[in-house]
């Protein structure tokens, strides 16, 4: 990310779509490497990165089912379901 491009950003410009997807990549990961529960909103930004790919129209019912399978699998193993989930849709 260019310093021009982080400046505009961080003045509150509207940023054009590669600046908003390297900032929340950037994000994600530095969230990742905080010890504790991950907050509501790095959980939200790591989904949306997941789903981004697809039309808006079809990313709601995809984080939905990606939520659910974490659900999933947690129970299957006796795992606690993380408590970043139960706050999700």
Known sequence: MSPSGLHSFLGGTSPHYSTI????????????????????????????????????????????EVLSVVRHHSERTRTPVPGWIQSLP
């Open 21 to 64: 997807h390297k900032v929340t990549t950037w994000y994600v990961r530095e969230a990742g490497r905080q010890p504790g529960e991950l907050e509501i909103a790095s959980m939200r930004a790591a989904l949306h990165l997941l789903v981004q790919h697809l039309p808006e129209t079809a990313q709601s019912e995809a984080v939905k």
